[in-house]
């Protein structure tokens, strides 16, 4: 009778022991799973955060080769051509001539882009002067198109 209640308790304990341990590897399990998922999008959201700052930097840098004596008008074209400049497909960039060589006489930009610099640029047509330094750019890149790298419109 001592030997069956023994063995009776023993078998529970090492069922019980055997369930705690079980459900300690599969803790141990999602533990892990848990830290390699969380390393995986800590290491996309860091590079996400640089390309962020790398798209602010270049856009920041982009015109300081620029001068500064810039018209109010062409002030306004710059900024707009700065603010839109991203895209996903080869699609949605197009080329404007912008009739100033401070600016640049070509630029590539996205459709919302486009849509505001030629609204731009038909209310002030009567004061845009084409100068002879653009139309030689123009003549010379004919052959340009607007494509889409790294999510930026260029040409």
Not at 56 to 75: A, C, I, Q, V, W
Not at 81 to 93: E, G, P, V, Y
Request: with cysteine; glycine share 2%.
């Amino acid at each position: 009778m001592f030997y069956r209640t023994a063995f009776k308790w023993l078998t529970i304990t090492f069922i019980a022991l055997a369930a705690f341990l079980i459900v300690l590897l599969f803790l141990g399990y999602l533990l892990k799973e848990n830290e390699i998922t969380t390393t995986k999008l800590k290491v996309q959201l860091e590079l996400e955060a640089y390309q962020k700052q790398e798209k602010e930097n270049r856009r920041k840098n982009m015109f300081s080769h620029m001068p500064t004596s810039l018209s109010p008008l062409e002030k306004s074209q710059q900024e707009t051509i700065a603010n839109n400049l991203s895209c996903q497909t080869d699609k949605q960039c197009f080329l404007l001539h912008t009739h100033s060589k401070a600016i640049g006489c070509v630029v590539t930009v996205n459709t919302k882009g486009a849509a505001i610099l030629l609204k731009v640029y038909s209310k002030n047509e009567n004061q845009r002067l084409l100068s002879n330094d653009c139309q030689q750019e123009y003549n010379k890149q004919r052959e340009l198109f607007a494509q889409c790298i790294n999510s930026q419109c260029s040409f």
